[in-house]
Nanobody, 126 residues
Framework: QLQLVESGGGLVQSGGSLRLSCAAS????????IAWFRQAPGKEREGVSC????????NYAQSVKGRFTISKDNAKNTVYLQMNSLIPTDTAVYYC???????????????????WGQGTQVTVSS
Protein backbone atom coordinates (compact mmCIF):
# COMPACT_ATOMS: atom_id res chain seq x y z
CA GLN A 1 0.00 0.00 0.00
CA LEU A 2 1.38 3.35 -1.05
CA GLN A 3 1.37 5.82 1.80
CA LEU A 4 2.78 9.20 2.80
CA VAL A 5 2.78 10.23 6.45
CA GLU A 6 3.56 13.79 7.51
CA SER A 7 4.85 14.75 10.94
CA GLY A 8 6.58 17.61 12.68
CA GLY A 9 3.83 20.19 12.74
CA GLY A 10 2.96 22.19 15.82
CA LEU A 11 2.59 25.61 17.38
CA VAL A 12 5.50 28.02 17.06
CA GLN A 13 6.01 31.73 17.61
CA SER A 14 6.62 34.10 14.75
CA GLY A 15 10.30 33.93 13.76
CA GLY A 16 10.62 30.34 14.89
CA SER A 17 11.42 27.17 12.98
CA LEU A 18 9.90 23.76 12.35
CA ARG A 19 10.99 20.76 10.34
CA LEU A 20 8.31 18.71 8.67
CA SER A 21 8.88 15.12 7.63
CA CYS A 22 7.14 13.11 4.94
CA ALA A 23 7.78 9.40 5.42
CA ALA A 24 6.97 7.22 2.43
CA SER A 25 5.98 3.56 2.54
CA UNK A 26 5.19 1.24 -0.33
CA UNK A 27 7.18 3.47 -2.65
CA UNK A 28 10.75 4.69 -2.88
CA UNK A 29 11.32 8.42 -2.96
CA UNK A 30 14.27 7.72 -5.30
CA UNK A 31 11.70 7.34 -8.06
CA UNK A 32 9.15 9.99 -7.11
CA UNK A 33 9.04 13.76 -7.10
CA ILE A 34 7.76 14.88 -3.70
CA ALA A 35 6.04 18.17 -3.04
CA TRP A 36 4.73 20.06 -0.06
CA PHE A 37 1.42 21.87 -0.27
CA ARG A 38 -0.47 23.84 2.34
CA GLN A 39 -4.05 24.86 2.91
CA ALA A 40 -5.13 27.63 5.23
CA PRO A 41 -8.75 27.88 6.42
CA GLY A 42 -11.00 29.18 3.67
CA LYS A 43 -8.22 29.18 1.09
CA GLU A 44 -7.18 27.01 -1.82
CA ARG A 45 -4.46 24.43 -1.38
CA GLU A 46 -1.23 25.93 -2.67
CA GLY A 47 2.13 24.51 -3.62
CA VAL A 48 5.00 25.32 -1.31
CA SER A 49 7.99 23.36 -2.56
CA CYS A 50 8.98 20.26 -4.47
CA UNK A 51 12.05 18.13 -5.09
CA UNK A 52 12.63 15.92 -8.10
CA UNK A 53 13.07 12.17 -7.86
CA UNK A 54 16.78 12.58 -8.56
CA UNK A 55 17.07 15.28 -5.93
CA UNK A 56 18.89 17.45 -8.42
CA UNK A 57 16.24 20.13 -8.70
CA UNK A 58 13.94 21.95 -6.32
CA ASN A 59 11.20 24.51 -6.68
CA TYR A 60 9.74 26.98 -4.21
CA ALA A 61 6.76 29.28 -4.03
CA GLN A 62 7.81 32.89 -4.01
CA SER A 63 6.27 33.37 -0.56
CA VAL A 64 8.68 30.88 1.05
CA LYS A 65 11.88 31.36 -0.96
CA GLY A 66 14.84 31.97 1.29
CA ARG A 67 12.96 30.72 4.36
CA PHE A 68 12.05 27.10 3.55
CA THR A 69 14.34 24.33 2.37
CA ILE A 70 13.26 20.97 0.97
CA SER A 71 15.53 17.94 1.13
CA LYS A 72 15.35 14.19 0.92
CA ASP A 73 17.03 11.21 2.52
CA ASN A 74 16.69 8.24 0.21
CA ALA A 75 18.06 5.86 2.83
CA LYS A 76 15.28 6.87 5.22
CA ASN A 77 12.75 7.16 2.40
CA THR A 78 11.79 10.54 3.80
CA VAL A 79 11.49 14.10 2.50
CA TYR A 80 11.88 17.08 4.80
CA LEU A 81 10.74 20.67 4.77
CA GLN A 82 12.84 22.93 6.99
CA MET A 83 10.85 26.05 7.73
CA ASN A 84 12.67 29.05 9.21
CA SER A 85 11.60 32.60 9.97
CA LEU A 86 8.00 31.49 10.20
CA ILE A 87 5.28 34.12 10.02
CA PRO A 88 1.57 33.92 10.90
CA THR A 89 0.56 33.62 7.24
CA ASP A 90 2.44 30.30 7.13
CA THR A 91 -0.30 28.87 9.35
CA ALA A 92 -1.95 26.01 7.48
CA VAL A 93 -2.30 22.28 7.19
CA TYR A 94 0.76 21.04 5.32
CA TYR A 95 0.49 18.05 3.01
CA CYS A 96 3.11 16.11 1.13
CA UNK A 97 2.35 14.56 -2.23
CA UNK A 98 4.13 12.25 -4.66
CA UNK A 99 4.33 11.85 -8.41
CA UNK A 100 6.25 9.11 -10.17
CA UNK A 101 9.23 10.17 -12.23
CA UNK A 102 9.98 13.86 -12.79
CA UNK A 103 13.70 13.50 -12.44
CA UNK A 104 14.67 16.88 -13.89
CA UNK A 105 11.91 19.31 -12.98
CA UNK A 106 8.91 19.48 -10.67
CA UNK A 107 6.14 22.03 -10.56
CA UNK A 108 3.74 23.09 -7.84
CA UNK A 109 0.45 22.23 -9.46
CA UNK A 110 -1.91 20.04 -7.43
CA UNK A 111 -2.97 18.17 -10.54
CA UNK A 112 0.56 16.83 -11.04
CA UNK A 113 0.45 14.79 -7.84
CA UNK A 114 -1.69 11.73 -7.33
CA UNK A 115 -0.68 10.43 -3.91
CA TRP A 116 -1.30 12.55 -0.83
CA GLY A 117 -0.66 12.35 2.88
CA GLN A 118 -3.16 13.20 5.59
CA GLY A 119 -1.55 16.50 6.55
CA THR A 120 0.02 18.07 9.62
CA GLN A 121 -1.06 21.32 11.24
CA VAL A 122 1.37 24.23 11.49
CA THR A 123 0.29 27.22 13.56
CA VAL A 124 2.43 30.34 13.82
CA SER A 125 1.46 32.79 16.54
CA SER A 126 2.26 36.49 16.36
Amino acid sequence: QLQLVESGGGLVQSGGSLRLSCAASGLKVDYYAIAWFRQAPGKEREGVSCITSSGSSTNYAQSVKGRFTISKDNAKNTVYLQMNSLIPTDTAVYYCAADWGRSNYCGLSKSDFGLWGQGTQVTVSS
